[in-house]
């Protein structure tokens, strides 16, 4: 996710707030049982129903919202990612049932520029494909589906997965909860939530929760320094699975901000990746704000490589957003839009600066594009995936 700074002056993001009732449900836990790991803190935080950041009506992404998307950027990403589902398709035998899944659909936004982009484009896979978003919040599922009937696209909706299609998830692993933990001489020690006595919350040191933190960091041949803290997601491999679980045969695309781990666990890192965001500003501190403002890590590649093969997918190809768009070929995508009646010079340069932004190599252009599959063709290859340079 992306702040958006072309508002001047930037709104203060002391104004969200905060929800006093999930503070004290989280207060009362901790008073009851001790401190508790920052993934269990982070979980109700995001996703308490009623009262996490992700269970309001009022969804976090947008212009009007926290941090700006891809998607929200402009339709044509969706549009891309509709190219590379439909050179999926067409490899598969071109299946007249095919389900699009998006988990943590959010405001629709990736919906709207998918189904809006096969239809502009005038794909085959358009008269065929069905579309079944998913968020976890009921009360956003049905301002998303109101939002595609008004694009235009709502007889896409499907009420439910299907065996044959494709998952496409954009920025969800990294909203995933995280522990976070510390390199010590002695050993890996764990960074706990505590209560203080000011109503607030502050980090405690203590033993890891689980022996499985260490083993993620010895897997990928992780040490970390004396003091040096680090996230490390646990939830990946059973939010792979569950996502999943339904595919008979298909693809899955995973698009997030993510670093291989030499990169990410770097010696010089030494206050990790977590971030928080509210009204389009970083915040200083994760443990204000309880439920009003988004927290996130960066991915961990190897971790996902991992969880893919655990869930019995097989790796297709990686690369990144901006290569993703060049692969799909963005003249054909800009044209379909430039073409449509009404176009105001505007319209294009809002797009000229929305494909800037997105292709951008040192922020949306640098995000990951994971691409597993199950039931595909050996040797199944997608031109849209094919990298258009080397990588650096």
Do not use: C
Request: a negative charge.
């Amino acid at each position: 996710m992306t702040v958006d700074r072309r508002w001047e002056p930037l709104p203060d993001p002391d104004d969200v707030g905060e929800d006093h009732e999930l503070r004290t449900a989280i207060r009362a836990e901790i008073e009851r049982d001790g401190p508790i790991s920052f993934a269990r803190f982070m979980d109700r935080a995001l996703y308490e129903p009623g009262h996490g950041y992700y269970r309001r009506p009022a969804p976090g992404p947008g212009r009007a919202g926290d941090f700006l998307t891809a998607p929200e950027a402009h339709p044509i990403f969706g549009a891309a990612l509709g190219r590379l589902v439909e050179q999926a398709w067409a490899a598969m035998g071109e299946p007249a049932g095919f389900t699009i899944d998006e988990p943590g659909a959010g405001t629709g936004a990736l919906a709207v520029g998918l189904l809006g982009g096969l239809r502009r484009l005038e794909s085959p896979l358009a008269k065929v494909v069905r579309y079944h978003p998913v968020e976890v919040e009921p009360a956003r599922t049905v301002a998303l589906r109101d939002r595609l009937e008004a694009a235009g696209v709502g007889d896409a909706l499907a009420a439910a997965p299907g065996p044959v299609g494709a998952v496409v998830a954009n920025e969800v692993l990294d909203a995933l909860p995280v522990h976070r933990v510390v390199g010590r001489a002695g050993g890996l020690r764990e960074l706990l939530v505590t209560a203080t006595d000011d109503g607030g919350f502050a980090w405690v040191e203590a033993d890891a929760t689980t022996g499985e933190l260490a083993a993620r960091l010895d897997a990928e041949a992780v040490t970390l320094a004396d003091g040096q803290v680090a996230e490390i997601s646990l939830a990946i491999g059973p939010w792979l699975r569950d996502a999943t679980r339904h595919l008979e045969r298909g693809l899955v695309v995973l698009v997030d901000y993510a670093k291989e781990p030499a990169d990410l666990y770097l010696p010089g890192r030494a206050s990790g990746t977590l971030r928080a965001f509210a009204r389009h500003a970083v915040g200083a501190d994760p443990l204000r704000h309880v439920g009003r403002q988004d927290l996130t890590a960066t991915v961990d590649l190897a971790a996902v490589r991992d969880a893919a093969r655990q869930a019995r997918l097989d790796a297709v190809a990686e690369t990144t957003q901006a290569e993703l768009l060049a692969g799909v070929g963005t003249t054909a995508l800009t044209d379909a839009w430039l073409r449509a009646p009404a176009v105001t010079l505007q319209d294009a340069l809002d797009l000229r600066s929305a494909l800037m932004r997105l292709m951008d190599p040192r922020g949306m252009g640098g995000f990951r594009v994971l691409a597993f599959g199950r039931g595909l063709p050996d040797g199944v290859e997608l031109p849209a995936l094919r990298r258009v340079r080397p990588e650096r």
